[in-house]
């Protein structure tokens, strides 16, 4: 069984974790963390790595191999259909911006000249 560590927060709402408690999870003490409410007065917090390794368990265990089907294969063709929309919608950011932004000049030049009295 764990140990448990009795923890408050300080007049900020920040915890004080033990070094006892970092070690014995495994965490260093730059480590970057993330918490998770899980409602009912309970929460987890846990390194980003874990968050990452966590994430990508469910996704694989989701993906397991069908009869006629190779789940890795699945999950490289998706993500080979993701990077491509996400390729996409960047260039269409990215030529609204440079339209937006030719548009904001001039309205800036504008209110500018505008403010100077010219």
Not at 11 to 22: D, G, I, K, N, T
């Amino acid at each position: 069984m764990a140990t448990r560590f009795a923890l408050r927060l300080d007049e900020r709402r920040r915890p004080s974790l033990p070094v006892a408690l970092l070690e014995e999870a495994g965490i260093s003490m730059d480590a970057e963390l993330v918490a998770e409410p899980l409602g009912d007065g309970r929460l987890v917090i846990e390194t980003v790595g874990a968050t990452q390794r966590a994430a990508r368990e469910r996704i694989h265990s989701r993906a397991r191999s069908v009869a006629g089907t190779d789940g890795q294969m699945d999950i490289r063709r998706l993500r080979t259909e993701d990077a491509r929309i996400a390729d996409a919608n960047l260039e269409r950011r990215r030529k609204r911006a440079d339209e937006v932004s030719d548009h904001e000049v001039a309205r800036r030049e504008k209110a500018l000249l505008e403010a100077l009295g010219l």
